[in-house]
């Protein structure tokens, strides 16, 4: 089952600090770990906005390069459309791109690495894992 990375955990990892991130993706094998292309948009919308966008967008690059990257298609699109439904009917939406990440791993059957439970938890069925924790 895959791992997809949300935008925290690769954060944390190209910022040096959490040294469980970078363990733990040192000790996996790079066809277990992919990166949904909404969070590789909001790594190249990080470097943009930086005070350094040339250094901070080649090392978001590089990192990048290490992972395949799954796109938004038809089935996260229907995965999409059921979670934001059944989540706003709730009265506990999540952020827009969170809606396209947490589609994108279901549609896969994947596992979400993230720390921000906080959203997802809220997704019904969505297998997460927590490398940000102490």
């Not at 990892?13 to 909001?42: C, H, K, Q, Y």
């Not at 699109?77 to 939406?93: D, S, V």
Request: glycine letters at 8%; aromatic letters at 8%.
């Amino acid at each position: 089952m895959p791992r997809f990375l949300d935008t925290d955990i690769c954060i944390a990892f190209l910022r040096g600090t959490s040294v469980v991130v970078r363990d733990r993706l040192l000790r996996l094998s790079r066809n277990e770990v992919v990166l949904p292309a909404i969070v590789v948009a909001e790594l190249h919308f990080g470097a943009e906005k930086s005070a350094e966008p040339r250094r901070h967008g080649a090392r978001v690059e590089e990192f990048i390069q290490s992972f395949e990257v799954v796109s938004f298609g038809r089935s996260a699109a229907r995965h999409y459309a059921r979670i934001r439904a059944l989540l706003e009917g709730k009265g506990e939406p999540i952020g827009a791109n969170d809606y396209l990440v947490a589609a994108t791993v279901a549609a896969e059957k994947g596992i979400l690495v993230t720390g921000n439970l906080r959203e997802f938890n809220k997704v019904p069925g969505l297998k997460l894992e927590n490398w940000l924790r102490a």
